[in-house]
């Protein structure tokens, strides 16, 4: 018996989670952020997960750290995780962000504090040298619940499967649905997907599959 949809969705991992972050810490929420930079760029989701854990085991996951590090070091553990096609960039962008957010605010908690609203919020964050709207939303999305004013506009990857889904709404599973969006739809893994039973696109492939099996066997025995 297949398990409802929200059911199946909320066995779905985030990235976050996969990362071993808790985001009801405030520590967790500045790596969060640190490592939804990293996503936001044209890279494969795996090299941002990588260079995410070379930050941690180098201890560079707060704002001081990063600053106290310099520019060449972020470079070489960027590069290390991967990162080669960013890395001149994302460490300056690093470095750009984390004093800024010092100086302005003394920290994440404060910002989210000091935005009148969710759209202010969103303002706040892009205001900071190599944030954009992508990454902005990756770092919201999966504080819904947590920060008051975390509430950014559905990501076109989420819709995609919603309609496929038929679901009715976005926000409480946004983060599972893009991950299926990249991870499995992008690539045709409908056969391993852990919702295709409930998706339009994974029963259609599903019934390809067994016609095309089935014609295989009559061609056999004939």
Known sequence: MLLPKPSRLRGIQTYSEELGL???????????????????????????????????????????????????????????????????????????????????????????????????????????????????????RELRGIWEKANPAPSPLALRVVRRLRLRKVDQFESQLVRLELEFCRKGRCDVCPVAEMCSDGRDQKRRGSSARAGKRSSRMS
Do not use: C, Q
């Open 22 to 140: 808790d985001l009801r810490k405030p520590r967790d929420r500045f790596k969060w952020f640190l490592a939804s930079m990293l996503f936001a760029k044209r890279i494969s989701s795996t090299v941002a997960k990588n260079t995410f854990r070379r930050f941690s085991e180098e201890e560079l996951t707060t704002p001081d750290a990063i600053m106290a590090a310099g520019w060449d070091k972020l470079v070489k553990v960027l590069d290390s995780g991967g990162y080669v096609r960013y890395d001149f960039s994302t460490a300056t962008n690093l470095l750009s962000v984390s004093d800024s957010l010092l100086k302005r605010y003394g920290g994440l908690e404060s910002l989210h504090r000091k935005a009148k609203s969710p759209e202010h919020l969103e303002e706040m964050l892009m205001d900071f040298k190599g944030v954009g709207p992508v990454a902005a939303n990756i770092f919201l």
